[in-house]
């Protein structure tokens, strides 16, 4: 449910017509509802009773009011834009707006992350809070100690990231300086320049979703410590960590050697190093 509420319907309204599509007829009755329903031409009254109209006729109806009414927005913040370039001087003026203030600059996150209709990139270091909503697919690169990623996300990471990053599509770029103060691009050379760094870490950083269980149970094999796994695999030692415990755990082992030897055993394709 709630799926209609685009349409211009409120939820008691879409459980109404839901449920007079799928059921006989109501009875008439003084239903503010139903009249509403009636208003919008999404039922009709036969013999004293409601009867819902065809979905694929009466909700396409609202949906292309709904378009119309989109494309007016669309046409209303062009001419906005406009006005706001006119006032504060040359078109070049709002390639760069800087933000202060640590609510705002939230805010703004929030705003660009939502902004992205095909794709957001976002570089995420430390400190980092809750990660706010976002709509379009997205890709993180991750500072390993505040990695959390989730939903439509890919996720890769690495020891450090430079900056805090939010890239919305082509079209905006969020670079946050510090809590309380950010700045925002449009299309120039300075945001060619960011998205070609995130696109260098990108490919530089550690899959999240990657295990690579061979070269871990080597390592373990050949006794090393968690930092120097963490420096083998390209990881944080937090993540080398984390990465022997969930062997350990599938493999029921009490002891590092215990998940290597296991693991061996069960003729994972494992080369021993020695120590």
Not at 23 to 42: R, T
Not at 45 to 61: N, R, S, T, W
Not at 170 to 189: E, H, N, Y
Request: charged residues 20%; proline residues 5%.
């Amino acid at each position: 449910m709630g799926d209609l509420i685009a349409l211009g319907l409120s939820p008691a309204e879409e459980a109404t017509y839901c449920a007079l599509v799928g059921s006989p007829a109501a009875p008439a009755g003084q239903d503010d509802v139903l009249a509403s329903l009636l208003a919008k031409g999404l039922i009709s009254k036969v013999d004293g009773l409601y009867v819902a109209v065809a979905p694929d006729i009466a909700l396409e109806v609202l949906l292309l009011d709904q378009e119309r009414l989109l494309r007016d927005a669309r046409t209303r913040i062009d001419q906005l834009s406009e006005s706001y370039r006119n006032h504060t001087g040359a078109p070049t003026a709002t390639l760069l707006e800087l933000v202060s203030g640590t609510a705002a600059v939230q805010q703004r996150i929030v705003q660009v992350q939502q902004a992205a209709r095909t794709e957001l990139r976002r570089l995420v270091k430390a400190p980092y809070g809750a990660p706010p909503p976002h709509r379009a697919d997205c890709r993180t690169v991750y500072e390993s100690a505040v990695l959390d990623a989730s939903g439509n996300e890919a996720a890769r990471m690495l020891p450090s990231v430079p900056i805090h990053l939010y890239l919305a599509d082509d079209r905006l770029a969020l670079v946050l300086l510090a809590p309380g103060s950010a700045v925002i691009l449009q299309p120039c050379g300075l945001f060619d320049a960011y998205a070609e760094l995130f696109e260098r870490l990108w490919e530089r950083a550690l899959p999240v979703e990657s295990t690579d269980y061979e070269t871990l149970v080597a390592l373990l094999l050949a006794g090393l410590t968690d930092q120097a796994i963490a420096r083998q695999l390209g990881v944080s030692a937090r993540t080398a960590q984390r990465k022997i415990a969930a062997l350990m755990q599938e493999l029921g082992a009490r002891t590092r050697f215990q998940a290597g030897a296991q693991a061996a055993i069960r003729e994972l394709g494992v080369t021993v190093l020695d120590p």
